[in-house]
Nanobody
Framework: QVQVVESGGGLVQAGGSLRLSCVAS????????MGWYRQAQGQQRELVSI???????NYADSVKGRFTISRDSTKNTVYLQMDSLKPEDTAMYYC?????????WGGGTQVTVSS
């Protein structure tokens, strides 16, 4: 059973930075893609950023230029560097590891940005 575990969330002031980490129990290249979603209170879960097996990336328009996704295949880890954080970035952030037949989700890490 694949496990995905996030870490790195916390409380930060607007304009600050955080780096989220997502460790998978399988090799990152065994997935079609890995990435990050977020869900703010009372809202639907939305895509933040995804990195495909070949290295291509996608970002939500709201985070382009501020967030950067990367991976370390030697550690089976995907990172989300979040800079210039805004109060509207406050949400639970979830990591997902995707295979053709199944998505594996972590339990989430809370990011709170104070104004």
């Amino acid at each position: 059973q694949v496990q995905v575990v996030e870490s790195g969330g916390g409380l930060v002031q607007a304009g600050g930075s955080l780096r989220l980490s997502c460790v998978a129990s399988a090799h990152v290249f065994s997935f079609n893609s890995m990435g990050w979603y977020r869900q703010a209170q009372g809202q639907q879960r939305e895509l933040v950023s995804i990195m495909h097996n070949g290295g291509g990336t996608n970002y939500a328009d709201s985070v382009k230029g501020r967030f950067t996704i990367s991976r370390d295949s030697t550690k089976n880890t995907v990172y989300l560097q979040m800079d210039s954080l805004k109060p509207e970035d406050t949400a639970m952030y979830y990591c997902v590891a995707r295979r053709t037949v199944k998505d594996y989700w972590g339990g989430g890490t809370q990011v709170t940005v104070s104004s």
